[in-house]
């Protein structure tokens, strides 16, 4: 089975379960690829996600310009979340290229905002969340996406087919 089949066999005997929630939900594949979902709510049609991280090995020890072209593969093809994303930050030195929102979520006291990073540590890492600012507070609050369990499969559709 795939990565696709694994995790939505996992999303519907955690559905039909009734839980424990909150839930890591684990999805591998013969490749290597491992996907862990941090399900904290489920229902019929979707998820409250508190992040979403898939582990690909070949891009352990790949060149930074692959996590590049990565980057930029991802803000081309996933286009269906509630706002747009775009590379922001290409950290050469930590091999890391950070990925956000390109229009944040604004908010009557804030805004709210996806934030991906892409890691070259540990097994080479895409790491998907959702965050939220408050004006005239600093920091952020890591706050859950609520997403369909469609967009979560296309979304891993997506994902495995940008890897490099």
């Known amino acids: 089975m795939g990565l696709r089949q ?9 559905y039909k379960a009734g839980g424990p929630l909150p839930a890591a ?4 594949e013969a490749s290597g690829i491992r996907l862990r979902l941090d399900v904290t709510t489920i229902d019929l049609l ?4 508190s992040g979403l991280e898939l582990f690909v090995p070949q891009l352990q020890q790949a060149a930074f310009d ?6 930029e593969k991802l803000s081309q093809r996933i286009t ?7 590379p922001l930050e290409f950290d050469e030195e930590a091999q890391q290229v950070l990925i956000r929102s390109k229009s944040p979520d604004q908010l009557a006291d804030g805004a709210q905002y996806y934030e991906v990073i892409l890691s070259q540590q540990g097994a080479g890492t895409f790491l998907l969340k959702r965050y939220r600012s408050v004006k005239g507070q600093p920091g952020r609050t890591a706050v859950d996406m609520l997403l369909t369990r469609e967009v ?9 087919a940008t890897i490099p």
Not at 6 to 14: P, S
Not at 66 to 71: E, G, P, T
């Open 80 to 86: 269906y979340l509630l706002e747009q994303m775009a």
């Open 66 to 71: 692959v996590l590049k072209q990565w980057a």
């Open 46 to 49: 979707g998820c409250a996600v």
């Open 25 to 28: 939900l684990v999805a591998t």
């Open 6 to 14: 694994n995790l939505e066999q996992e999303l519907e005997t955690l």
């Open 152 to 160: 979560i499969l296309k979304l891993v559709d997506d994902l495995q």
